[in-house]
């Protein structure tokens, strides 16, 4: 596949829009690279960083290894990430915790008009793609049905936690942070990236130690989870595009209930409730208006990427 010439500060501005989602329970930062047009790219430039790329880098020099694994591409989108995880996680944590709705509803509105997107994009033609669509959003459907561990992490689990957490993240409508959840990590996870900078700043040995040994193990979980899935996505994307999109869009429907700004707590399980049988101010208004705004986002942006297209 070749790579459209792309500003690094649009792939960057991605990037921590992934970064973002990826934080939030029930949004995945694969459904903002699936929305945004740089899904496969993503994929295959992940794909590209293997034994081979550093023979390249061995035999013919950095900039043939550059071009090899699209560091064009890669490094603005992963400084993307890596900085909006670290600034924003205690910014959206302490949002979904103060105005809960809003956030969600937003959210909400977002993937609605992503599906809507997507499908209109790629349209089901067959029975095929008509089942994985309905299998997709089964799955996801029951994966956010889980109730959520709360055993404590040691450095072993949370690789194993991040190393299916990142898997999660890059499958659009999957949250790898609900799946850190589900498996009782997220707090830590949300502690160490959100206290990452002040155990530089205020200084203990003590709290540098664990803060930055769970940075590490967190990263050589993604490492290995993305190395491991990567390369099992870019077979299907190769030769089966159309089946692997419809699975993908039934992952983003599925795990709307997760979204769904109304809800209430019954034991250990989240259920989603109506506005009107909604315990506390349902904030219905500026709810509906930030799904709506969520929703037509998507359409600007297909718009002025449309206009962009055909400028050039």
Known sequence: MKNKPVSKLSVFLKGVAMGIADVIPGVSGGTIALISGIYEELIDSIDNLNLTSLLVLKKEGFSEFWNKINGRFLLPLILGIGSSIVFFSGIIHDLLIEYPIPVWAFFFGLICGSIVLLLKQNKPNSITSITLLISGFVLAYSITQITPSGDEVSLPYLFFCSMIAIIAMILPGI????????????ETVIHTSKNSILALINFEWDNFVLIYSRLLVIGLGIIVGLKSFTKILKWLFDKHKQGTLMLLIGFMGGALPKIWPWQKKNGGQTEFTSPWNYEGDP????????????????????????KKTDAT
């Open 175 to 186: 949250s790898g942070s609900f799946i850190y959840i589900l498996l009782g990590a997220y």
């Open 283 to 306: 904030q219905v208004v500026i709810a509906v208006i930030l799904m709506i705004i969520g929703f037509l986002f998507l359409y600007f942006l297909e718009r002025n990427s449309s």
